[in-house]
C-alpha cells in the first residue's frame, strides 16, 4: 500500500496534541525517536530524548495522528498505524524504546485517554472466558485460515516461541530443539501418559508420541486446529498413540503422569486463574510434572496491567491476560499441592521468533492479498509482531518454562 500523506492543514487541536506529546517524548531516557511531520510543507523534524541508546524513526503522514495518540494513548498508536497515519522501517525498536520509557508514558495515558480507556475496558470485560467465551475467542484469532499460519510458520507448525540452539540456527531447527527440550525436561518416556491443553497444529503432540513413545491426549477448542491436527496424526500414523479432543481444559476428565500447556495460560483469563490451577492440579497423578510455557509481565507492572487493556487485548487475543511470575508461583502454592521445581526465562528466543514471523509474513503479502486478506488486516499484523518483539527485547514481557511437580515425583534429571 502506497501512503499517501495528507494535505489537511493541523488546526488548533492538532497543534495543540502534538505540542503536548513532543513536550513528553522530549524527556525520552534510552535512547533517540527522530519525528518527521510530512503531514504539512514544508516537512518538519524534532529529535527527542538522549542520543545514546536506541535509535529510531518515525514519519507521520496524517495531521489526525497527534490528536488520535493523545486522547488514545498506546491503543491508538496502532490504530493509526494500521490507518497509515505513520511509518516507521524500525517499528520495532520504537516499541522498545517507548517500553523503556513506561513510566513517563504512563501517566499521559492516565490523564489524556480517559475518554477512551472506559470503553476498551468495557469491551475487554465483556470478552470473559467462560466456556461459550473462550470458543468465540480462540476462534477469532486461531480460526484466520491454516494457510495464512503454515505462510510464516515453521515446517512444526509452532505458533509459540522457538528456543534457539545457537545464533546459527534457523526457524525451522529452532522449533525443534524448543519441542525436544520440552519433552526432555518433562522426562518422557514410553510408560507415560502426557496431557497437553493447547494442541495447536499437532506438532508437540507428534513429536512427542514420534520421539519419545508415549501416549498423548491432547485438547483444542479451536475447529480449524482441530481439523489439521486431525489430518496431520492420520498422515503421521499417529492415531494409536495419539488421541484428540475438541474439549475445554474444565471439562476433562482422568489422570496423566504428565502435563505440558505451550502458551495457552494467556488465554485463560485473570479471574480464571485459580480455577485453571486447581485442574491442573486435578489432572495429574501423584508424582505427576507438568511444565507451562508461558509469556508473561514483569511483576513490577502486573498490577497496574490488570486495570488496564493494551492494543493486543484489543486487537490480536480478545479476553487474553498474561501472568507474572509471582503470580503464577502464588496460584500453584494456594491452589494446588504442587511445588515449582525449576524456571527457565527464554524471553530473549521470543523476540528473534517474531522477527523472523514478521519478516515470512510480510513476505507473503502478495498471496495473503489474493486470497483476500485486507491492507490493514497486513498493517495490524505488522504491528502485532512488532508490538511483541520491543516488548521482549525491552523485557516488559518474557517467556518462561515453568516447572511444576506432585508430592512424590522425586528428583528431576531434565534438561
Known sequence: MELVISSRPLGRLDRLARTTLLGLLSHLQGGELTIIDESEQPARQWRCGAQSGIVASVRVCDARFWRRLLLGGSIAAGETWVEGMWESSELAQVVQLLARNLPLLDRLERRLSWLTFPLNRLRHLKNRNTLTGSRANIAAHYDLGNAMYQGFLDQHMQYSSAVYPSEQATLDEAQAHKLDLICRRLELSPEDHLLEIGTGWGGLAIHAARHYGCKVTTTTISQAQHDYARAWIEREGLSDRITLL??????????????????????????????????????????????????????????????????????????????????MTELLTRHTDM?????????????????????RFLAMKPELLRQGYSEDFIRLWHFYFAYCEGGFLERTISLVH??????????????
Open 246 to 327: 475438541l474439549q475445554d481444559y474444565r471439562q476433562l476428565e482422568g489422570q496423566f503422569d504428565k502435563l505440558v500447556s505451550i502458551e495457552m495460560i494467556e488465554a485463560v483469563g485473570h479471574a480464571f486463574l485459580p480455577g485453571y490451577f486447581q485442574q491442573l492440579s486435578r489432572l495429574l497423578r501423584p508424582g505427576g510434572r507438568m511444565l507451562l510455557q508461558a509469556i508473561t509481565i514483569a511483576d513490577q507492572r502486573f498490577d497496574s496491567y490488570l486495570k488496564g487493556v493494551d492494543f493486543i487485548q484489543r486487537y490480536i487475543f480478545p479476553g487474553g491476560c498474561l501472568p507474572s511470575v509471582s503470580h
Open 339 to 359: 511445588t515449582l521445581v525449576r524456571l527457565h526465562d527464554h524471553g530473549v528466543h521470543y523476540a528473534k521468533t517474531l522477527r523472523e514471523w514478521c519478516q
Open 402 to 415: 515453568f516447572e511444576a511437580a506432585k508430592p512424590g515425583s522425586g528428583s528431576w534429571s531434565g534438561a
